[in-house]
């Protein structure tokens, strides 16, 4: 089994967030990064597969401080030896996609080769609203056919643009959305003429990013949070792993057994639940852990204020909805923990639950929501090295974590 920890980074802690715009505060963010590297560093040490980090964008109020994850990866790569690093995800929408393509591509170089993509149709309209005005995008999950369908056309369209970008040497592209290059464009330069460079005539006709990312023929593929049926297809066709944070048992073997259908019929065959860097399902759990059943609780508890009181605003607990419950969800730590999103407990109670998914699913790869900030640093340490020395051993039979 392999293992992530996913990081929204906020900058403050469970007592703190909520009393004010916190993500202006410079000494609160260089803190909180100071704090990551040397979680980073324990997840390195303790056999976790990775760490994954989100993409937000204005998050004033401090529960998501992540513009860049790329340049974040790449500073804990520095710091990391084994550990992989990747995003949750990168909101294609925010993006040029020519120069997210070279930005990729230089951060697997910068991590040597330790880089995970993860990509992302977004689901804030503050950020996507923002940085996607200029192709007219906005959020995915907004209920509205209409803008539904411009969303995934912009990502599957940029998605077309990176994957020509790593793995084509010239190329041109004529898209809804974008004209690579834009015709007419002048390069009367003669060497790039002599080296057929992509220009006839002295116009560019093909371009060529570079440099090409260090692994072939790109990072492996992560897709975010993932319910959507036309999402699973398109993963499955371009080898892109889905994230998803369902609890329902029927529902993950459904969601398993239609991925290894669609891959298969994409000439991918597979056996559901299997994952490799090809693609596959990732379950998405929450994890607090302790030396005693209390002193874990205590930590779960911390975590709430983000995963309750942010993330909850923005209709995540649905998919963690009982059988037979009726009514709103409630946003609480007990519904977690009986939803099976949040797991909970010493070494042994943990590693109990992890083998069942293991066992009673065929669940290859958990990725864990880590609520760094919010949780108390040395909560966080002994959750990551807890799990790492006890729980990774237990389950995993000596897998690698930096084997991809």
């Known amino acids: 089994m392999r293992f992530s920890l996913f990081y929204p980074v906020a900058v403050a802690s469970a007592a703190d967030l909520g009393t004010g715009l916190l993500g202006l505060d410079r000494h609160r963010y260089h803190t909180t990064i100071d704090e990551l590297r040397e979680q980073a560093v324990c997840a390195d040490q303790t056999g976790w597969t990775s760490l994954m980090l989100a993409e937000h964008h204005f998050e004033v109020e401090g529960y998501q401080v992540t513009p860049n994850p790329l340049m974040l990866n790449v500073y804990l790569a520095q710091h990391t030896t084994r550990l992989r690093h990747g995003q949750m995800g990168l909101v294609l929408p925010n993006w040029n996609p020519l120069r997210l393509a070279e930005d990729i591509a230089m951060a697997d170089h910068l991590t040597g080769g330790r880089l995970d993509i993860g990509l992302s149709r977004g689901y804030q309209t503050r950020s996507v609203g923002v940085l996607g005005q200029h192709y007219g995008a906005n959020v995915a999950g907004s209920g509205r056919a209409e803008v539904e369908a411009h969303n995934r056309r912009v990502f599957e369209e940029w998605f077309e643009v990176l994957r020509r970008s790593w793995t084509e040497d010239l190329w041109s592209y004529d898209g809804e959305f974008i004209k690579i290059p834009m015709p007419g464009l002048s390069w009367p330069h003669p060497i790039s003429t ?66 290894a259908e669609l891959a298969t019929g994409y000439g991918r065959p597979m056996a559901p639940g299997a994952w490799s ?128």
């Open 194 to 259: 002599r080296l057929g460079a992509g220009v006839e005539n002295g116009e560019v006709k093909q371009i060529a990013t570079v440099p090409k990312p260090l692994q072939t023929p790109h990072p492996p593929l992560f897709t975010t949070l993932t319910q959507s049926s036309a999402t699973l297809d398109w993963a499955a066709r371009v080898g892109s792993s889905i994230v998803t944070i369902a609890t329902d048992h029927a529902m993950l073997r459904g969601l398993f057994e239609s991925y």
């Open 277 to 404: 860097p090809g693609g596959g399902v990732a379950v998405c759990r929450m994890l607090a852990m302790g030396r005693t059943h209390e002193e874990a609780w205590e930590t779960a508890r911390q975590s709430v204020a983000f995963t309750a009181d942010w993330l909850g605003e923005f209709g995540f607990f649905e998919a963690w909805r009982l059988p037979g419950q009726t009514g709103p969800v409630p946003r609480t730590l007990e519904q977690l923990v009986a939803a099976g999103a949040m797991l909970v407990g010493t070494p042994d109670e943990v590693g109990e639950q992890v083998e069942r998914l293991r066992d009673e699913l065929g669940v290859e790869y958990v990725v864990f929501v880590a609520c760094g900030g919010a949780v108390d640093h040395g909560r966080m340490l002994d959750t990551i090295q807890l799990f790492g020395d006890h729980v990774i051993p237990r389950v995993s039979a000596g897998v690698s974590g930096a084997r991809v």
